[in-house]
């Protein structure tokens, strides 16, 4: 079994088995990446040996069935005219739908630096619906103050941390949203 010219470094072929006994052969085709089939051509190319039967078995010819089973998708279409497979172009199931709204994730530094107010002005962006976590982080890596934990919407926001606690050092502040994270450094002087 061997990945045909329409396969060529987009799948690899996975989990083959071939059973003599009931004359059963399975494989998994596991795309390598996005760009997937988007032409016609040859998926799987099969070579096998065949015997000429013998006069007591009578025939002359052996059937070969095709049986395409796809798990995990109701992109592909399995034609019963002969052994076509189609790949539909866009599949909907595979999508996902992403609002733009003009906003980006972003955390602005901490000005000025070093500051000696007992106020700490953290402006920064979510650009997508979701939970945000905003931290201030000692020398010692401890969470010293938590300026933002939750399920925020997307937009642009000031928040105002009071860090008269906090004694006079470095200090980083972390954000982490979805998938978005940064920190920026900042020195307390009072």
């Known amino acids: 079994v061997e990945g045909g010219s329409a396969l060529a470094g987009r799948f690899t072929i996975q989990g083959l088995t071939v059973d003599d006994v009931n004359g059963e052969m399975t494989l998994r085709l596991v795309a390598t ?3 997937i ?24 010819y052996s059937k070969l069935e095709l049986d395409v089973e796809a798990q995990g998708t109701q992109c592909l279409l399995v034609s019963d005219i002969g052994s076509e497979v189609k790949l539909e ?3 909907v199931y ?8 003009g906003k980006e994730y972003y955390l602005k530094e901490i000005r000025p630096n070093p500051t000696s107010s007992s106020i700490l002005e ?8 979701g939970w945000t976590e905003i931290a201030i982080i000692n020398a010692q890596g401890e969470i010293v103050k938590r300026v933002v934990t939750g399920e925020m919407k997307a937009g642009d926001y000031v928040v105002r941390v009071d860090v008269s606690d906090l004694s006079n050092g470095m200090y980083i502040i972390t954000m982490q949203s979805q998938s978005y994270r940064t920190k920026q450094e900042f020195v307390l002087t009072k």
């Open 33 to 35: 990446g996005t760009n």
């Open 37 to 60: 089939l988007n032409q016609s051509g040859q998926i799987l190319r099969f070579s096998f040996d065949s015997y000429l039967p013998t006069e007591a078995v009578g025939t002359d």
């Open 89 to 91: 172009p866009v599949c």
């Open 94 to 101: 595979d999508l996902r739908w992403i609002a733009t709204l």
């Open 122 to 129: 953290v402006e920064f962006g979510v650009a997508f619906d």
